[in-house]
């Protein structure tokens, strides 16, 4: 069975700087991409970065680009998200999730499998 855990959360003043990780199990991911998205109160769900399992390949969100970068460590089945330069509208739960067949990437109803969130709230 995949499990996903969030880890990486927490409280940071804007213009500071969070390092979000999400550790798969259950299955080998070498065909899949993992995905971060976020949700915020009143908001649906929003596609942040994703990066594939094999060759690397990375997906922004025009609102982080230049300021979040995704990566993964692959002998640790392990997924991270560097946000730096966060805003107050970057609060959120941040979600990571599984792609097995990564055609369409910034979609959720593509994604599988889900972790059960970490909070990041930026305060101003």
């Known amino acids: 069975q995949v499990q996903l855990v969030e880890s990486g959360g927490g409280l940071v003043q804007a213009g500071g700087s969070l390092r979000l990780s999400c550790a798969a199990s259950?299955?080998?991911?070498?065909?899949?991409?993992m995905g971060w998205f976020r949700q915020a109160p009143g908001k649906e769900r929003e596609f942040v970065a994703a990066i594939r399992w094999s060759g690397g390949s990375t997906y922004y969100a025009d609102s982080v680009k230049g300021r979040f970068t995704i990566s993964r460590d692959n002998a640790k089945n392990t997924v991270y998200l560097q946000m730096n330069s966060l805003k107050p509208e970057d609060t959120a739960v941040y979600y990571c999730a599984v792609n097995p067949k990564p055609i369409v990437i910034m979609s959720p109803a593509f994604y599988n499998y889900w972790g059960q969130g970490t909070q990041v709230t930026v305060s101003s």
């Open positions: 259950g299955r080998t991911f070498s065909s899949d991409a």
